[in-house]
């Protein structure tokens, strides 16, 4: 039951974090929270069956602390990228390596916008040359992460993410859309 996890929205619909199913069955027991959509699972207990939730809502209006800025480092890059080669959509966990897009020595930068994860066979094969000399492309455009939360949904279920998207900011949701295909 914790391998699943849950989005749970702020009363006012706003993404607050994700949450294990146990969690959130207790707070739709308790009466904190209401659901807002169902997983195909369920849960069974000697008195109940009990359909494990997508997504669930506090009745009650959590304010939010200010989020510091994210740290700009491999492992929020890869977080960003969800440990998938930019170039060739080849996953690769924690192996994967930090792709300067336009290179250094190119005058590129190392920024949110100019780093992307890639598997060792392409960064070698690109090397130290622009895109369009190796005939590669980026899959998505890179791009600072909006949120921590962002970050944190990245390494869940395809069915959660899909079921999530539309309670999501727009760069979240978008690029989830594919993630079940």
């Not at 702020?10 to 146990?22: G, I, K, Q, W």
Request: net charge positive.
């Amino acid at each position: 039951m914790d391998t699943d996890k849950v989005l749970v929205l702020n009363h006012s619909f706003e993404p607050l974090h994700v949450c294990t199913t146990r969690r959130a069955i207790i707070l739709l027991y308790t009466g904190k929270a209401e659901r807002i959509e169902d997983s195909p699972s369920i849960v069974h207990s000697p008195s109940i069956v009990f359909v494990i939730p997508a997504v669930i809502r506090l009745y009650r209006y959590v304010k939010l602390p200010v989020i510091p800025a994210i740290a700009f480092n491999k492992k929020n890059i890869l977080r960003r990228d969800a440990y998938t080669c930019q170039y060739c959509g080849r996953n690769g966990g924690e192996r994967m390596t930090i792709d300067h897009v336009i290179p250094r020595s190119l005058g590129g930068r190392t920024i949110w916008e100019n780093v992307v994860s890639a598997c060792r066979a392409c960064n070698v094969k690109k090397g130290n040359k622009p895109l369009h000399e190796v005939k590669m492309s980026l899959r998505r455009k890179p791009s600072k992460p909006a949120s921590v939360f962002y970050l944190g949904i990245m390494s869940h279920s395809p069915y959660r993410l899909i079921s999530w998207s539309k309670y999501l900011p727009r760069e979240v949701g978008g690029d989830l859309q594919g993630a079940g295909s």
